[in-house]
C-alpha cells in the first residue's frame, strides 16, 4: 500500500518481480555470469547511490529480503513473478517456478506466479504449459525471445511453434503473456529490437492480453503504433521507470507517448525486482509530472493523481482479476511481522 | 610521421565511426580501449561494448566502419579489428578482418542475407535524429516554420547555429545529405523528408512528432549503453559505501552452451 501525502491509500499491483539465483555457484558457463553482470549493470547505472546493492547480495537475495523489499519497506499490496528461466545459462535455471511457488505459498495472495516456456522444445513445451496449468494454476507466462537455445539465439511470437503454445495458453485460460523483447531476433541481419511479431500474435490471439515489457523500448513508436490498433496490447514499464531517477524529463516524453497514443488504461507498473526496488520508484513516479513544454507537444497529457493510480494497480487488477477490496481488508489484518517469522 | 602523429590521424578517424543504433561515435560511446600500430603499416584497434548481449548485427556494422575508417589513411596498409569480451567477438573480429560478411558468420541465422537494409535503416534513424537537432535550432533562433520548409541547402551551410552540439550535429547532418544524395544543389531544400520531399506547414508538427520518437528511442538505448558501459568496466564512483565492485570480465569462451533443454528445480 502506498499511502498518498494527502493520506489517500493507493493499492499498487508491482507488474514484474524476480526471485532469481544468479550466483556463481548456478551459473553453468560464462554467458550465466555475463546475464547477471550485465543486469548489475543495469542496477548500478540507473538506481539512486543510497539504494545501491553489494555484488553478491544482487547476485542471490533471501525470500525475506525480497518480501522485505517488496511488501514491509516497500509499497507492493501484490507482486507478479516473471519467471526467466536461462536454462541454457544457468543449472537450476535463473528463475525457477517452483522456487517462487514456495514463496508464494508462505505469503498468502501476495504473489502471482507467472511460468515461462520455450516453444523450441515443441511438444515438451506443450507438455510442460500443461503441467504448469495442472500444477501452479498459472495465470499467465512470460516469453523472453532473447533466449538462447542450443544454436538459436532467439525465436520470434508469430514462429510456428510459439503460435501453438498460445493456443494452447488460450484453451487453458492462461490468458495474460509478459513479451521481454531482448536484443537479439531471428533472421539476425534485421533491427534486433523489431516490435512486430507482437502485432501478428496479438491479432492472431484476441482472447489473450500482451504485455510488452519496457514498452517496446527502443522501439517506442512502432509499440505505440501496434498497441493503439490492437485493444489487447498493453505497455509494461519495467527498465522505463528508473528513468524517472536519471533521466527525469525524457521518462516525462516517454509517459507523453504512452498517454497520448494508447491510453492511461493500457499501462502497466512493474519495478523489476531486484533490478530496482519499488520503494523509491512509486514515490518518485507519485510526485512526478510530465514537464509542461513536453506535455504540450502531446495534447496537454499529464499524470493526474486518478492516472497514476490506474498504472500502480487498477490496470494490473483488472487483467488478473484481483479483488481489491477483499485483498485489502485481508491484508489490514496481517501482522506485519510476518517477514520476520 | 611520428608515432604519436600517426595515432592521432587514427583517433581522428575512428570519430567517423559511429554506434548505428545510437548515431553516436564510437569514440565518444566510450567502446574504443586501445589502437596500437606497428612497421608494416598495420593498426590494430581493440573496442569493446557495453555488454556481451549486444546484438551482432551492429557490433559487426561497427568493426567494419573501424577498419574501413582507418584504412582510409594512406599510410595504413591493413587495419584489424578485435572486439572484446562480446558473445561472436572472435568469429566476428576474424570476418571483418578478412573482408567476410556478416552471413558468413551466422549464415543459418540470417538466411544468408547480408545488412544493407538493416544499415539503410540506421541511415534514416541518424538522418532524423540530426535533422531534429538542426531545426529545433533553427526554431530556437526565430526561425519560422514556412522559413524552414523552403529553405535552400546554401542557406542552412551559411547559417550559424549558437548552440555547441546543434552546431555539430548541423554539419552531421549536411554531411550525410550530401552522401545520401539528399540535397546536394545550392539550391535544393535543406529540410526535406529523407526521400527527399518538401515538408509542408500544415505537416509539420507531425513531421516533428516522428523525429521526437526516433528520438526517443534512441536516447534511451544511448542513455543504457552509456551506463552499462561505465559499470561493465569498473568506473564506478570511487568511495560508494561498501559496495563490491565488480569483478573484470573474464576474455576467455567456453564455447557454445550446452543444448540440453532442462527445466529447473
Redesign the interface.
Known amino acids: 500500500m502506498f499511502i498518498t501525502p494527502e493520506g489517500k491509500e493507493i493499492f499498487v499491483v508491482d507488474g514484474h518481480t524476480h526471485f532469481w539465483d544468479g550466483s556463481p555457484e548456478n551459473q553453468a558457463n560464462i554467458h550465466g555470469k555475463q546475464f547477471i553482470d550485465c543486469f548489475y549493470a543495469y542496477h548500478t547505472g540507473l538506481s539512486p547511490k543510497e539504494e545501491l546493492w553489494e555484488k553478491s547480495k544482487f547476485e542471490k537475495y533471501t525470500p525475506d529480503n525480497l518480501y522485505n523489499d517488496l511488501f514491509i519497506d516497500g509499497p507492493d499490496d501484490i507482486a507478479i513473478f516473471q519467471t526467466t528461466a536461462l536454462n541454457d545459462f544457468y543449472k537450476t535455471g535463473f528463475g525457477c517456478i517452483k522456487r517462487t511457488t514456495e514463496i508464494a505459498k508462505k505469503y498468502p495472495n501476495r504473489f502471482i506466479v507467472n511460468g515461462t516456456f520455450d516453444p523450441r522444445h515443441g511438444e515438451k513445451a506443450l507438455e510442460w504449459i500443461h503441467f504448469m496449468k495442472e500444477t501452479y494454476d498459472i495465470k499467465g507466462v512470460k516469453v523472453y525471445t532473447a533466449e538462447w537455445n542450443g544454436a538459436s539465439k532467439g525465436f520470434k511470437l508469430n514462429d510456428p511453434d510459439a503460435y501453438r503454445c498460445f493456443e494452447l495458453c488460450d484453451k487453458l485460460g492462461i490468458k495474460n503473456i509478459h513479451v521481454h523483447k531482448g536484443p537479439t531476433i531471428i533472421p539476425l541481419n534485421k533491427d534486433a529490437f523489431d516490435v512486430h511479431d507482437v502485432d501478428y500474435a496479438a491479432t492472431d490471439f484476441q482472447n489473450l492480453n500482451w504485455i510488452v515489457e519496457h514498452c517496446g523500448l527502443p522501439r517506442l513508436d512502432d509499440f505505440c503504433w501496434i498497441a493503439t490498433q490492437e485493444t489487447n496490447v498493453y505497455a509494461g514499464l519495467a527498465v522505463a521507470m528508473p528513468f524517472i531517477h536519471s533521466r527525469p524529463r525524457y521518462f516525462g516524453e516517454v509517459m507523453a507517448e504512452l498517454l497520448f497514443w494508447i491510453g492511461p488504461e493500457k499501462i502497466l507498473f512493474g519495478s523489476d525486482y531486484a533490478i530496482w526496488t519499488p520503494k523509491w520508484l512509486v514515490e518518485k513516479f507519485w510526485a512526478y509530472q510530465i514537464p509542461a513544454d513536453i506535455s504540450a507537444e502531446r495534447a496537454g497529457v499529464q499524470l493526474t493523481d486518478e492516472i497514476k493510480e490506474k498504472i500502480l494497480g487498477l490496470n494490473a487488477a483488472r487483467l488478473y482479476n484481483i479483488d481489491i477490496a477483499a485483498r485489502k481488508a485481508e491484508f489490514a489484518m496481517q501482522p506485519m511481522s510476518i517477514a520476520a517469522e | 610521421m611520428t608515432e604519436d602523429g600517426r595515432l592521432a590521424q587514427i583517433w581522428a578517424q575512428l570519430d567517423l565511426v559511429m554506434d548505428p ?1 545510437l548515431d553516436e561515435p564510437v569514440t565518444d560511446m566510450g567502446f574504443v580501449e586501445g589502437v596500437t600500430t606497428d612497421a608494416e603499416g598495420g593498426v590494430d584497434v581493440t573496442f569493446r561494448l ?9 557490433a559487426f556494422l561497427m568493426a567494419q566502419g573501424i577498419k574501413r575508417e582507418v584504412e582510409l589513411l594512406p599510410w595504413v596498409v591493413q587495419a584489424r579489428v578485435h572486439l572484446q569480451d562480446h ?1 561472436s567477438g572472435a568469429e566476428m573480429s576474424a570476418a571483418v578482418n578478412s573482408g567476410g560478411h ?2 558468413d558468420v ?1 549464415n ?4 544468408g ?3 544493407t ?2 544499415r539503410e ?1 540506421f541511415d534514416l534513424k541518424a538522418f532524423q535524429r540530426r535533422q531534429e537537432v538542426v531545426i529545433k535550432a533553427l526554431v530556437a533562433q526565430g526561425f519560422a516554420t514556412s522559413a524552414l520548409v523552403g529553405m535552400p541547402l546554401s542557406q542552412l551551410q551559411r547559417i550559424t547555429l549558437t548552440d555547441p552540439e546543434a552546431a555539430k550535429q548541423k554539419q552531421r547532418y549536411l554531411t550525410l545529405l550530401l552522401a545520401k544524395r539528399i540535397a546536394v544543389d545550392p539550391a535544393d531544400l535543406a529540410l526535406p523528408t529523407y526521400q527527399g520531399a518538401a515538408l509542408t506547414v500544415e505537416g509539420f508538427a507531425d513531421h516533428m ?2 523525429l ?3 528520438r ?6 544511448g ?2 549503453c552509456r ?2 558501459k ?3 568496466y569498473m568506473e ?2 570511487p568511495g ?1 559505501d ?6 573484470f ?2 576474455s ?3 564455447g ?4 540440453q ?5
Not at chain 2, 108 to 111: A, D, P
Not at chain 2, 261 to 265: I, V
Open positions: 543504433e557495453p555488454t556481451y548481449w549486444c546484438s551482432p548485427n551492429f558473445m556478416f552471413s551466422f543459418e541465422l540470417t538466411k542475407e547480408d545488412l537494409a538493416l535503416k512528432a516522428l521526437r520518437s526516433v526517443i528511442n534512441m536516447e534511451f538505448s542513455s543504457l551506463g552499462l561505465r559499470n561493465r564506478l564512483v560508494a561498501g559496495l563490491t565492485l565488480m569483478d570480465m573474464p576467455i569462451d567456453v557454445p552452451p550446452h543444448t533443454a532442462k527445466h529447473c528445480g
